[in-house]
């Protein structure tokens, strides 16, 4: 058995609230692990939205594994300090994970581990990225999903009954999610998944003010702002970094063209 040792019970939590949302959209859903350098890694695809979700958790110490001295565990491999590699990489139920989750400890027991789907194993590179400007602010994300989640209901609301089909609203549906944002090249539907995975928050929890006066000196707490989302790039992937968790999507350039201007977007 593996068990991670997680940060603080915080970090347990939010690992607990993602995979919540992930089972949320598919009861069935897999997730894949990957520990090492103090950090573990989740990866979903929440078949909704048709990209890959990643959330980050601090581990105690090098890896945080109880209980593992290398060698296989399942049919993910477990090692220690392998050299351009993580020390856990292991595709799961995402469902057992959560169960695995013990909040007050902040401590993660590691299931079985499961045939993995093909999403699996394509993930985004580990390094390599670099800033894409463009992104809209946090507020104008959040806008843009309101807005295509209002014209998703009235055009489907305009459908007359013989055409109020799954395949109808499939197809409106991805006509609107497929959409680029702004100047950018990243679809639509990658910040609704943000927006609905819990990403997409404008303040982390109030904390104590520091010595200072003012609202400080009664002991107040203010909210703490925390660095705004951002569109970054690395090989054949876009991905929407926030504070709380990324969403990426796979993308391929137009033939005979160099650089983010030739982008097209494909589903992961």
Known sequence: MTVLRLADAGEAADLAAFLARLIHYDRGAAVRLQAGGGVLAVFGRPPSFEVLAIRTARLVGDGGAEGVAGGEVGRGRVGHGRVGGPALDVTVSAGELLEGIEEAAGRLVVPAAVTGPPWAGVLPPR???????????????????????????????????????????????????????????????????????????????????????GVAAAGAAVPTAVPEPALLAAGGWLRLSTPYGSVAVRVRRAAGVNGLSGLTVTPV
């Not at 609301?157 to 959409?179: H, K, N, V, Y």
């Open 127 to 213: 390094g390599g990225w670099t800033r894409v400007p463009g992104l809209p602010s946090p507020d104008a994300l959040r806008r843009a999903v309101a807005a295509a989640v209002a014209e998703f209901r009235a055009r489907d609301e305009a459908l007359p009954p013989q055409r109020r089909t799954r395949d109808e609203r499939d197809r409106i549906g991805r006509e609107i999610w497929s959409r680029t944002l702004g100047d950018t090249e990243l679809p639509l539907r990658a910040v609704h998944a943000a927006q609905a995975l819990g990403f997409l928050r404008g303040v982390v929890p109030a904390v104590p003010a520091g010595a200072g006066g």
